[in-house]
Nanobody, 120 residues
Framework: QVQLVESGGGLVQPGGSLRLSCAASISISSILVTVAWYRQAPGKQRDLVAIIPGRGGANYVDSVKGRFTISVDNAKNVAYLQMNSLEPEDTAVYYC?????????????WGQGTQVTVSS
């Protein structure tokens, strides 16, 4: 059974930083694997924040460009989301997603979510 274990969330003041981690029980270094971070604020849908494909550069939603950085440690099978200059609007539950292409389509895996609260 594939597991994604997230950590690093918490309470931070506006302007602060957090680094989220997502430890995967499968290899995430393949070109067939895309790693992404989503977030879901209370009462809202889950939205894509950042994505890094197996081949190619990372992409970000406009609201986090220049502040967030997604990365993958292929040796450890851990994905990160470095979040700087945090704003109250960044408050949400953050989810790690791993999508692996297969011969018949793709398999999606999700972490349990980690709460990020930005408040003074």
């Amino acid at each position: 059974q594939v597991q994604l274990v997230e950590s690093g969330g918490g309470l931070v003041q506006p302007g602060g930083s957090l680094r989220l981690s997502c430890a995967a029980s499968i290899s995430i270094s393949s070109i067939l694997v895309t790693v992404a971070w989503y977030r879901q604020a209370p009462g809202k849908q889950r939205d894509l924040v950042a994505i890094i494909p197996g081949r190619g550069g990372a992409n970000y939603v406009d609201s986090v460009k220049g502040r967030f950085t997604i990365s993958v440690d292929n040796a450890k099978n851990v994905a990160y989301l470095q979040m700087n200059s945090l704003e109250p609007e960044d408050t949400a539950v953050y989810y790690c997603n791993v999508r692996k292409l297969t011969t018949t389509g793709s398999d999606d895996y999700w972490g349990q979510g980690t709460q990020v609260t930005v408040s003074s």
